[in-house]
């Protein structure tokens, strides 16, 4: 047995998808015409500032580098003038070390007219009272008495 079904009428989808209730729209703020070299002119102030800016710093940066330069000269001669000092330093130590040694001190002597003994001689200390005073003329020749 069959049983009846009712014939349903084809339904139609509406226009609009998920029709919702219409809201009002938010409130805009009024909009104001600006004129396009207003934004220009903008532009090209902030670059020029911009320019500005980079060239200040790398002006300041060339001047400090040249401050930095020229106390590197400085030093570089003040360290020449140092090694030429410790060049005479080290060449009058030389000098002194040989007018102190034996044979500096001989040559020293021969050259002052002294001439070496014979023989090695000891000097013994001399007693006190054991020498007479010395009379007449200045034993080293001047003539004249103390």
Known sequence: MATAQPVLAPRIAPSTPG??????????????????????RTAGAIGTTVLLIIFTTLFVLAAVHAVLVQGQAQIDAINAQNVVLETTVTKARASLAAADSPEGLAAQAAAAGLVESGSLVMLMPVADGALATPTGADPFGSGVDR
């Open 19 to 40: 029709a919702r209730p219409l809201k009002a729209a938010p409130r805009r703020a009024p909009l104001q015409v600006v004129r396009p070299d207003t934004r220009i």
